[in-house]
């Protein structure tokens, strides 16, 4: 049928492009992780009810939501990263040839490798004093609230974890910019 519609192609936008199998990898476990979502809706359902229908408060509903949400912004890093989604000044790289846009790709991701080194030793030094007592034993951070759990630490982990992915990520974008082959005529912006 000539009508048919890459309906995945729509649902994306038509437009994300997986650069590497690091990037394929991300984006399969991406859709797993948007399950999150609905976990952290159904504990914040659970505290409201048990809280205003039965007058039981959790001690740890709130603590489980904030944890869920604030790692789903954290790997949206990466995911961005994978589908290309980024933000990106498009006026400027829709106006250069396929020459300057591999030009842009390298500049772009050899400032972006320097930022994520820096990002990644920071989240190093994060992480070893969310799971390291000053004199070296290994304990997880804690709350600090009567339930406690190690969430900060798990955090301040996912932090370096997902700063050394985007550094990978870049670097392979990099590998494939230097690669690329710019002689051949440039695809009109958003066709695959």
Not at 68 to 85: N, T
Not at 174 to 179: G, K
């Amino acid at each position: 049928m000539a009508d048919e519609v890459d309906i995945p192609a729509v649902a994306d936008g038509g437009d994300s492009e997986i650069r590497s199998p690091l990037d394929r990898a991300v984006a399969g476990i991406s859709k797993a992780l948007a399950w999150a979502i609905f976990l952290a809706f159904g504990v914040t359902v659970f505290e409201v009810i048990s809280r205003y229908v039965f007058d039981r408060p959790t001690f740890w509903a709130h603590e489980t939501t904030t944890f869920l949400i604030a790692a789903i912004f954290l790997v949206g890093g990466p995911i961005a990263l994978a589908r290309d989604k980024h933000i990106r000044v498009r006026m400027i790289y829709d106006a250069v040839s396929p020459k300057g846009r591999r030009i842009l790709d390298i500049i772009n991701s050899l400032i972006a490798m320097v930022f994520f080194a820096g990002l990644a030793y920071a989240g190093w030094i994060m992480s070893w004093k969310a799971t390291h007592t000053p004199s070296g034993e290994f304990r997880l951070e804690g709350t600090g609230t009567s339930w406690n759990p190690p969430t900060p630490a798990l955090l301040k982990m996912l932090v370096l974890v997902c700063v050394v992915l985007m550094f990978v990520q870049t670097l392979l974008h990099l590998i494939e910019a230097i690669r690329r082959d710019v002689s051949a005529p440039a695809k009109p912006a958003g066709e695959k």
